[in-house]
């Protein structure tokens, strides 16, 4: 199945924690690197995070060093993103995309609000 399924989103207090899941198809996560992009109002898509189809390596964006860890489970399929220390800036939606077939999920929504 050629799908991706984001979930994990919401609204949550600056400084809080959020993880988001992206479930896929075994085909899927043994044939592309997976990564994270988010999009805010007004702006282009930000590469947030990827990590290898080995789940060996993976780079972050500089707003998010320190804060998000990306990994993937590849018993189940999944990918996720743990995001913590949340700032208001972090406010996105948040996608997960298998890089070499460039295939998007749907988008989970993150606010970070007081």
């Known amino acids: 199945q050629m799908q991706l399924v984001e979930s994990g989103g919401g609204l949550v207090q600056p400084g809080g924690s959020l993880r988001l899941s992206c479930a896929g198809s075994?085909?899927?996560?043994?044939?592309?690197?997976m990564a994270w992009y988010r999009q805010a109002p007004g702006k282009e898509h930000e590469l947030v995070a990827r990590?290898?189809?080995?789940?060996?390596?993976?780079i972050y964006a500089e707003p998010v060093k320190g804060r998000f860890t990306i990994s993937t489970d590849n018993a189940t399929n999944t990918m996720y993103l743990q995001m913590n220390s949340l700032k208001p800036e972090d406010t996105a939606v948040y996608y997960c995309k298998a890089e070499s077939f460039h295939y998007w999920g749907q988008g989970t929504q993150v606010t970070v609000s007081s």
């Open positions: 990590i290898t189809s080995s789940g060996g390596s993976a």
């Open positions: 075994r085909f899927i996560f043994r044939n592309n690197d």
